[in-house]
């Protein structure tokens, strides 16, 4: 089956400091990767989506400048939180779907806390 | 605009129970997807079952199965002889289908613990 590593698992960093995270498709490409953030105890939401090779789409209220969003090959994605604070910490998880394909699969998400 | 409810946020029975999980949905889109997928202590989004809006046939996986009915707008899950390991938050999402992007809009999950 389809695979989505996403790395790291967990990271804690300072606030005011960036944090990179990837998600990878390791088996298939991936046009098209989605991030979602969950706060404890909610929801999934979306946060953008990313196509390859262009700009990714923002969601309604999650700031461009701060989740910097990369997708330059058809296997990798990485979500910045750039200058990251303590309200940044949060489960983020993406999700990628292969090349016609109709099913997007899931990575293990990040656990992200800002001190 | 698509929207998710699951109405129960936390459920708790005894093990062996059955027990079923509400979700209700809206769109607009004639075509779309339903999921339900676990979420476990760790954190990671286990993948339970896809079903498309045109197939209306239930499903049966072992002790899960999906009740799908467009006439209400409800996609229910029901685990029958719930076990500890059944314990976890289950999301029920909608996709649409003729765009084809698999973004995915989640209910708000309900936390289902089964105690021994």
């Known amino acids: 089956g389809a695979v989505v590593s996403q790395h790291p698992s967990w990271v804690i960093c300072k606030s005011g400091t960036s944090v990179k995270i990837e998600c990878r498709s390791l088996d298939f490409q991936a046009t098209t990767m989605f991030w979602y953030r969950q706060f404890p105890k909610q929801s999934l939401m979306l946060m953008a989506t990313?196509?390859?090779?262009?700009?990714?789409?923002?969601e309604q209220g999650v700031e461009k400048d701060k989740f910097l969003i990369n997708h330059a090959s058809l296997t990798l994605s990485t979500l910045t939180v750039t200058s990251a604070h303590p309200e940044d910490s949060s489960f983020y998880i993406c999700?990628?779907?292969?090349?016609?394909?109709?099913?997007?699969?899931f990575g293990q998400g990040t656990r992200l806390t800002v001190v | 605009a698509q929207k998710v409810t699951q109405a129960q946020t936390e459920i708790s029975v005894v093990e062996k129970e059955d027990v079923t999980l509400d979700c209700v949905y809206e769109t607009r889109d004639t075509t779309y997807y339903l999921f339900w997928y676990k979420q476990p202590p760790s954190g990671e989004l286990v993948f339970l079952i896809r079903?498309?809006?045109?197939?209306?046939q239930n499903e049966i996986s072992g002790r899960y199965s999906w009740n799908f009915q467009k006439s209400t707008s409800s996609f229910n899950f029901t685990i029958t002889a719930s076990q500890v390991v059944d314990s976890a938050v289950y999301f029920c999402?909608?996709?649409?289908?003729?765009?084809?992007?698999?973004?995915?809009?989640f209910g708000q999950g309900t936390r289902l613990t089964i105690n021994p």
């Open positions: 990313s196509n390859e090779g262009s700009k990714a789409t923002y």
């Open positions: 999700s990628a779907r292969d090349l016609g394909g109709a099913e997007a699969f």
């Open positions: 079903r498309n809006s045109f197939d209306e």
């Open positions: 999402a909608l996709s649409d289908h003729v765009k084809g992007a698999q973004k995915l809009v």
